[in-house]
C-alpha cells in the first residue's frame, strides 16, 4: 500500500480498509454504498488527463458523487477525496524529483523482477518501496502526505 510508507507509523491501525479499484469507473458504486451506511470512506483517483482513452465524464460523477464541483481534469486534495490531474506516479515523480522517481523505479523493477515498467508503475509495492527510499533520501510528496492526513483525520471523526 503506497500511503502505507508516508509517515505514519502503523497506517493499518488507523485505517480499517483499502478498496482498490482498478479503474475509476469502479468507484463510485462502493463509495455511495459506503457513504449510505455512515463508512468512513476516503476516495482517490487519478484523473488520466492526457491519456488517450481518458474520459472527462468519469472524473464528471466521481466529483458529483463527492460533491465537488464538475471540472474535466481535477487536481485536488481534499477531507474526503483527492484526484490526481493525470495520474499518482506524474504526482510523485514531479514531487520527489524526475531522476530520484525513473532511477529508484528501475532499482526496484528489477529487484522485483517485473518486467515491464507500465507495470511496477502500477503495483503498489514497487510505488511502497520507492517512497521509501524517498523519504530517507530526504524527498517527499507534499500531495501524498496530505492524503494521508485527510484520510487519518477521516478516521478520527
Not at 8 to 19: A, G, H, K, P, T
Not at 78 to 99: H, P, Q, R, V, Y
Amino acid at each position: 500500500m503506497i500511503i502505507e510508507s508516508v509517515h505514519v507509523r502503523n497506517f493499518r491501525s488507523v485505517i480499517d480498509e483499502v478498496l482498490p479499484c482498478e479503474e475509476c469507473t469502479a468507484l463510485d458504486k462502493p463509495a455511495a454504498i459506503f457513504r449510505r451506511l455512515g463508512v468512513p470512506t476516503y476516495v482517490l483517483w487519478d484523473g488520466d488527463h492526457g491519456n488517450k482513452d481518458a474520459r472527462p465524464e468519469d472524473n464528471h460523477r466521481l466529483l458529483r458523487l463527492m460533491n465537488r464541483t464538475v471540472e474535466d481534469w481535477p487536481n485536488f486534495v481534499a477531507d474526503e477525496c483527492a484526484c490526481f490531474s493525470s495520474n499518482l506516479e506524474e504526482t510523485l515523480c514531479k514531487e520527489i524529483g524526475a531522476a530520484e522517481f525513473n532511477a529508484w523505479l528501475s532499482e526496484f523493477q528489477t529487484a522485483f523482477a517485473i518486467r515491464k515498467r507500465a507495470h511496477a508503475l502500477k503495483n503498489p509495492v514497487v510505488i511502497s518501496a520507492i517512497m521509501k527510499k524517498a523519504r530517507e533520501n530526504a524527498r517527499c510528496s507534499k500531495t501524498v502526505e496530505q492524503i494521508v492526513s485527510k484520510i487519518t483525520a477521516l478516521k478520527r471523526r
